[in-house]
């Protein structure tokens, strides 16, 4: 079977139309306010029932979750063949980091038919929705413990923020299909999340480099997994942070509040770039 | 026939064509049969989707002003593009407001701004059946998600909305909320 699978290639049919983070940046409107200043709206954008538009914004955050699930189950399953079983160093990895890679892909691809299902649920049809692939992108390194950083630690850290949204707008909503999945599936990323943070400590306990070198990657995927400031803690994002199941999952407060900067300043990068490509365009 | 401003006339931020927009707006309203003017404004600077519709008086004149977020008239596949189908279907939902706006049974509805989320759910679902009737292909199951998100998830509150969808000259004050 064929090692090191490029984002282009990825097998989907005809319902599914796929973009990238630099297309979804390319676009010049902005969803909060972006005077210089000004808060959005005066009012908080978080993704919650009394939102004028929640259904609307809950389905395509849950169609986002749902193509999130397979491109995490092609992440998961390439890591656990692209490379050879070893004691973890050069481009190996323990037998051991293995299995982890094969229970997260089975957990990956259950998500997958409970967030399908619950699409369904919610009227949305699939592919309804452009798939953004920066995800899969973050699980194409050719260093297994990169991998671990971006995959584990960014991508499933985000997905413990995205569920955690949706579980408290299932409960507020009184939705009760949503906030009893969005907790199952909860509790497998906090898992995913650990299983990452403890391997990454691991393979990387004689080599104080490659553990930085990790922890760099990962900051540079947390950033772009902000999605321009839509996770945050600011109000004006519609994702918050989840600190207490980040903590559960083995993120320290210093580290929770580096990512918390970083959502933030990608929040204002990305208002001062709106801003100006408004001006440009003369409204 | 209506005669149709869009603004703007040539759009920046998104592909958008308002001589589409004026031309799916025309055909709609002659199948609803309205023949007032009509303005369309479009704030192409958001994604957001919301929209409303306002008419100046209750004459049969009226002009009818009708204003969505780009997200309304977008394809949802490929951001910032237009979409026909979703076109229709918001521009639709606009229209049959409007003409509701025209009735007096409706002279008491707020202005859409003053809407809770709740009338704004029931009058959107009381024009999603309609706009089901008259060929076009609303997603139901979406507006039933909206409706329970609205007035609970519960069997009594699926009959209301089956009730809902399938009514015709209905009154502000046949809908819930």
New interface residues.
Partial sequence: MRQFFPVDDLARDERF?Q?NMA??MA?????VGVKKSAKSRGASNRLT??R?????AA??LMHGIMVGEIQALEGAGRTAHDFAAGDGSGDTIPFELKLDMARQAWDEARHVEISAKLS??????L????ENTVLFEAACSNDPVLRLAGVNRALEGLAIDVFTQMKEFGQL????FLEFCEDWMLADEVTHVKMGSDWLRKVTENDPDRRAKALEFQQVVDKLFSFGGARGDSDESPIGLARRFRELAGFTDDEVDTIAEMDHDALEERKAAVRL??EA??? | MSTIAVT?ERF???AYDADRIAEITRGLAERLQLTNPIVIEVD???????MSASVDSASSDATIRLQLE?GALED?????NFSDTRAHLSLGRLLLRASDRLRDDFADAPPDRDLT?AQ?TAWKVYCGGRLERLGLAP????????F??RF??RDDVDTLFDRLWASENLGWHDLPG
């Fill in positions: 139309v973009t297309k979804r676009d010049s409107r902005s969803a029932p009394d004028h538009d929640a259904s609307e389905r395509s369904d649920w919610m009227g949305t049809e592919g309804q929705f452009s909503a009184g939705d009760p490509a408004q365009a003369g409204v | 703007p920046t931020l998104v192409e600077r958001t994604p957001l989707g919301k780009s949802t596949k490929n951001l910032t989320n704004n997603i139901q199951q979406q507006y039933r998600y909206d329970r998100n609970g998830f």
